[in-house]
């Protein structure tokens, strides 16, 4: 029997769904033990539970039996830490953010246990959220958002033309799961797509070529950083800039500076560089800024959809097969 240890809140009818994988899995859910969902598919959970000493004691015991979890408590690196100690059986880990190799970074785990253990991503689980998000922000600017609520403020009723997104070109810097999808939709709009990728694609060459620019990248040492001032220079005037990668990809001031001076028409911004954006950010106070608390991947579906992503890996996990999204602990992503 393989001990599957659920350690983050989710349905119970999706409880079942795993149980119904493969008879040689014991599946391990106590919702007592772990923080209430403050919102459907809320892997983190109320930030204030806390376990009694026999809920702890409890909890470890159950951790020392695991040889697979599905998340881990808070979904926060240093609890991810305390239960790979905590847990010498543990072979296989489903992490349920797509972010899962910034948190397993963090963590500090040892050579040892990381190879001990594999991790699971849940990237792809997300796509189509992020992707609709991101049409969502380059409409917002291509169809005057601002201005519209703007003259809605002032009870103003004015005409004028705006743009259309068809015939303009999108650059998508990733073309992984999310670029791909980010992709479709805006050929469905009648856009022309351009895409950067590691292993192909001159980004300096293409960039001044994008009406909007899509921002799908992971944080590693290869992105940080990459879209950077001389980069931002590059972009055509009037760009739009969406980002639902993550925010150290990009340099945050040089960003800044080039809303301010109308060199980009606006961003729609769901990654920053500090989380939660600090209070003195200027990107709060900029007319042509949507801001999202990283929350645009968030779905009601969410649960099912990486449920539906562990029980594929559970399946390929017995059988010795590679798994899905897995974590290449060499670049943590």
């Known amino acids: 029997m393989v001990t599957v240890l659920i350690a983050t809140p989710i349905e119970p009818e999706l409880v079942e769904r795993l149980r119904a994988v493969d008879e040689r899995l014991e599946v391990l859910y106590e919702p007592d033990l772990l ?5 459907p598919s809320d892997h983190a959970g109320d930030p204030s539970f806390e376990r009694t000493p026999e809920q702890e004691e409890r909890f470890t015991a159950l951790l020392s039996e695991a040889e697979v979890l599905f998340g881990f408590p808070g979904e926060d690196p240093k609890q991810l830490a305390r239960v790979v100690d905590a847990a010498p059986n543990l072979r296989f880990v489903q992490a349920t953010y797509a972010g899962a190799g910034q948190q397993l970074r963090a963590a500090g785990l040892d050579r040892d246990d990381l190879e001990r253990i594999a991790f699971a991503s849940s990237s792809g689980v997300h796509a189509g ?4 998000w991101s049409i969502f922000g380059i409409l917002a600017f291509c169809k005057g958002l601002p201005r519209l609520l703007a003259d809605k403020a002032a009870r103003r009723w004015d005409h004028y033309p705006v743009d259309e997104l068809r015939d303009s070109t999108v650059l998508i810097v990733g073309l992984g799961a999310i670029g791909r999808e980010v ?3 805006a050929e469905a709009f009648g856009m ?7 292993e192909q694609g001159d980004l300096d060459e293409l960039l001044p070529q994008a009406d909007a620019i899509v921002v799908t990248l992971p944080l ?3 992105t940080e950083g990459l879209i950077g001032r001389d980069r931002i220079a590059r972009m055509r005037d009037g760009a ?8 150290g990809v990009v340099d945050e001031d040089a ?3 080039a809303l301010r001076s109308g060199k980009l028409r606006g961003a729609a911004l769901d990654v920053f560089a500090h989380e939660p954006l600090p209070d003195d950010s200027p990107l709060w106070t900029l007319d042509n800024v949507i801001i999202s608390p990283h929350t645009s991947a968030l779905s009601t579906r969410e649960n099912e959809r990486v449920v539906e992503l562990f029980a594929e890996n559970l399946r390929r996990y017995l059988a010795g097969d590679e798994l899905l999204s897995r974590v290449r602990t060499s670049l943590f992503y």
């Open 35 to 39: 923080p209430p969902p403050r919102y």
């Open 129 to 132: 959220p992020l992707a609709e």
């Open 183 to 185: 992709a479709r939709l």
């Open 192 to 198: 022309n797509v351009l895409s950067v990728r590691r």
């Open 220 to 222: 590693t040492h290869e």
């Open 240 to 247: 739009i800039f969406v980002n639902v990668g993550r925010g």
């Open 255 to 257: 960003l800044v500076e």
